[in-house]
């Protein structure tokens, strides 16, 4: 078997050395699986095998407990008349408790919506009935509460959009409405920049903590012709982890999962019991430039009320 060595700790140790000195992949896989919402009554896929990889091998079951389910949704291409049990994007009407359509509370524009998805395909996430509508105003970035309309609604009055300026950061008309799709949930794990930016703030302990820190490790194969192969730790694990999550498409957004931050872990804090939220949802639609809507949500205790929170990042 090839013989993998790396600079790490002051000294260069083969795999199974450091290994040996950190048996744990993260300290407590329970506390990250805590950072996502888990469905309920979602027939979820067998967990499936990790892949074989000499450098992290020593820790494939212990990196296998904190994949978390997820389900990607896809943006439509066509025009789509939106129905109170459908779930859609963009255009100018959306199903609320009323007929009257939110407003910024700081510059009073009529908010654009991003998302309404139907409570037959958001109900197993938010666990409770309902859909979830989501608006933004893009011309007051980067956003706050009165800048945003995140609700749980019952769907059932035609809300209509009056006409007025449009203007997602990405620039891309949203004026048609179009339809959304999720596909079925599979298995992911976070990539290595979702560990750098949890790192800056948490010590997860194990051999995470080292291997994906900010500072990257590389490490040393030896190659079948004696020479020696190096490859940096965070590509390594990315090639790793893109091999597992593969099992599942990438969509426009997700249920679930680990938020992809783009500028840094900003998982916000429940205003009741001060716990890290659960990741609900990843939005782009086309709509964020690179970044996303992030959204999450607590229930830990009957003070949390289910709370729903955002971080948008462009």
């Known amino acids: 078997m090839a013989r993998t060595t790396f600079e790490v ?3 260069r140790l083969d795999a199974a050395t450091f290994a040996a000195r950190h048996p744990a992949w993260v300290r407590d896989p329970a506390a990250l699986r805590a950072l996502v919402r888990t469905p309920r009554g979602l027939a979820l896929p067998p967990l499936p095998a990790p892949p074989r990889d000499a450098l992290f091998d020593p820790w494939r079951d212990a990196m296998l407990a904190i994949a978390a389910p997820r389900q990607e949704l896809k943006l439509g291409s066509g025009p789509v008349k939106p129905k109170p049990d459908g779930s859609f994007a963009h255009g100018t009407a959306a199903f609320l408790p009323s007929s009257h359509w939110p407003v910024c509370g700081r510059c009073s524009t009529h ?3 991003c998302l309404q998805l139907a409570p037959s395909m958001v109900g197993p996430w938010l666990h409770r009935p309902g859909a979830l509508v989501l608006m933004y105003c893009f011309a007051c970035l980067p956003g706050s509460p009165e800048t945003t309309y995140l609700r749980i609604v019952e769907p059932r009055t035609l809300a209509t959009r009056p006409a007025g300026p449009t203007a997602s950061s990405s620039h891309t008309s949203t004026t048609q409405t179009r339809g959304v799709t999720v596909l079925p949930p599979s298995w992911r794990v976070p990539d290595s920049m979702w ?3 949890r790192l800056d ?3 997860l302990g194990g051999a995470a903590a080292v291997l994906l820190g900010r500072e990257e ?5 030896e190659g ?3 020479e020696d192969e190096e490859v940096g730790t965070f590509d390594a694990y990315d090639e790793w982890a893109e091999r597992f999550n593969a099992r599942g498409r990438r969509g426009d957004g997700a249920l679930g999962g680990y938020p992809n931050w783009e500028q840094d872990d900003a998982t916000p804090a429940c205003p009741a019991c001060r716990a890290p939220m659960e990741h609900l949802l990843d939005w782009n639609g086309e709509q964020f430039l690179d970044g996303a809507l992030h959204v999450f949500m607590c229930e830990r205790t009957p003070a949390c009320g289910k709370e729903l929170e955002f971080v948008a990042e462009f």
Do not use: K, N
């Open 9 to 11: 700790e002051g000294a």
């Open 111 to 113: 908010l654009e919506l």
């Open 195 to 197: 560990f750098r930016y």
């Open 201 to 203: 703030g948490e010590d």
């Open 217 to 221: 490790i590389v490490a040393e194969t």
């Open 224 to 226: 079948e012709d004696g």
